[in-house]
């Protein structure tokens, strides 16, 4: 089966400028991750997406962070403007339910999208 | 709220030799563990989870972890690493399916 896609691997922008990742989870998984990490951390949870409707949200910085998920399958993560601070790599992962047969402690994780802010 | 301290932020060690990678975490709550391993520009992998049952619990690659709840603790051990098993480790705690806290990192670097 194909595994959690995410694009672009990698972008570098000016500090107040927008960007955008994407991301499109393993088919007929129904929960979606964003992670932020930064270099020498771990990650750390932004937000997490059951279908199509957020279940935590709680350490997305909403003033500057959006994401969505409007049909329930692929995602897109928003910074808008972006800061030094911002400079991580951005993690997607998804699972499955236990109503689906799925293990819903396993998380797969895409190759990540290295953002650079200078 | 729960959090994870692992306790080397790096372990060299030779091929062939044992290796315990050694991890703490703090809760108020039961909780769930795992471990995870992340190679050079990629996503993380699973390597093993203990829900409950068994304190000690096998995971892919050789690698297994034992569940101390009176330590708080969650290491990691493999009897005999390969250069192939060179990348950063990651513990994780949750209490719930979903929300994972993790640490900051091990990285194990396997020389010949």
């Known amino acids: 089966e194909a595994g959690v896609a995410q694009s672009p691997r990698y972008k570098i922008i000016e500090k107040r400028q927008s960007v955008a990742f994407w991301c499109n989870p393993i088919?007929?998984?129904?929960?979606l991750y964003w992670y932020q990490q930064i270099l020498g951390q771990g990650p750390k949870l932004l937000i997490q997406?059951?279908?199509?409707?957020?279940?935590?949200d709680s350490q997305l910085p909403k003033d500057r962070f959006s994401a969505e998920r409007l049909k329930g399958v692929d995602s897109t993560l928003k910074i808008q403007p972006a800061k030094l601070e911002d400079s991580a790599v951005y993690l997607c992962?998804?699972?499955?339910?236990?109503?689906?047969?799925?293990?819903?402690?396993?998380?797969?994780f895409g190759p990540g999208t290295r953002l650079t802010v200078t | 709220a729960q959090s994870v301290t692992q306790l080397d932020s790096q372990v060299p060690v030779f091929e062939e030799a044992p290796v315990e990678l050694r991890c703490n975490y703090s809760?108020?709550?039961?909780?769930?563990l795992f471990w995870y391993v992340q190679y050079p520009n990629q996503g993380l992998q699973l390597l093993l989870k203990?829900?409950?049952?068994?304190?000690l619990v096998k995971g892919i690659n050789g690698f297994e972890a034992e569940f101390n709840k009176s330590q708080t603790s969650f290491h990691l051990r493999k009897p005999s690493v390969h250069i192939s098993d060179t990348a950063e480790y990651f513990c994780?705690?949750?209490?719930?399916?979903?929300?994972?806290?993790f640490g900051d990192g091990t990285t194990l670097t396997v020389k010949p």
């Open positions: 992962a998804s699972s499955s339910l236990s109503s689906s047969g799925g293990d819903p402690y396993e998380q797969y």
């Open positions: 088919s007929g998984h129904a929960t």
């Open positions: 997406f059951q279908n199509n409707g957020v279940v935590d």
């Open positions: 809760s108020s709550v039961s909780v769930y």
């Open positions: 203990y829900l409950s049952g068994s304190t």
């Open positions: 994780a705690v949750s209490v719930y399916a979903g929300k994972s806290t």
